[in-house]
């Protein structure tokens, strides 16, 4: 079983910046992919990012592509998102999520194993 803590959200305007940090423990962490979704109020649960155990393969949804960075430090079991320009459609809860079935960043929500409580990012314009 593993356990996910996600934290760094917070309510900020558009342009701005935040760096979103999600902690992993319980189980090896390494051999994770790990992802990142979003959940906005009435809508599904939508995937942003992805990032493969070794860092060398990432993925995005085009509505972040150039604007959010997907990172980690596997000798900290921690996986990062960078949120650069923000903008107010960016509002939404945002979780992280393991998988350890399959070894390249996904879309699918099924997918994922583990998933954290979340952290809330509000942007306003």
């Known amino acids: 079983q593993v356990e996910l803590v996600e934290s760094g959200g917070g309510s900020v305007q558009a342009g701005d910046s935040l760096r979103l940090s999600c902690v992993a423990s319980?189980?090896?962490?390494?051999?994770?992919?790990m992802g990142w979704f979003r959940q906005a109020p009435g809508l599904e649960r939508e995937f942003v990012a992805g990032?493969?155990?070794?860092?060398?393969?990432?993925d995005y949804a085009d509505s972040v592509k150039g604007r959010f960075t997907v990172s980690r430090d596997n000798a900290k079991n921690t996986v990062y998102l960078q949120m650069n320009s923000l903008k107010p459609e960016d509002t939404a809860r945002y979780y992280c999520?393991?998988?350890?079935?399959?070894?390249?960043?996904?879309?699918?929500?099924?997918?994922?194993?583990?998933w954290g409580q979340g952290t809330q990012v509000t942007v306003s314009s």
């Open positions: 999520a393991a998988d350890f079935r399959t070894g390249l960043p996904s879309p699918v929500v099924s997918e994922y194993d583990a």
């Open positions: 990032i493969n155990w070794s860092g060398t393969s990432t």
């Open positions: 319980g189980r090896p962490f390494s051999f994770a992919v």
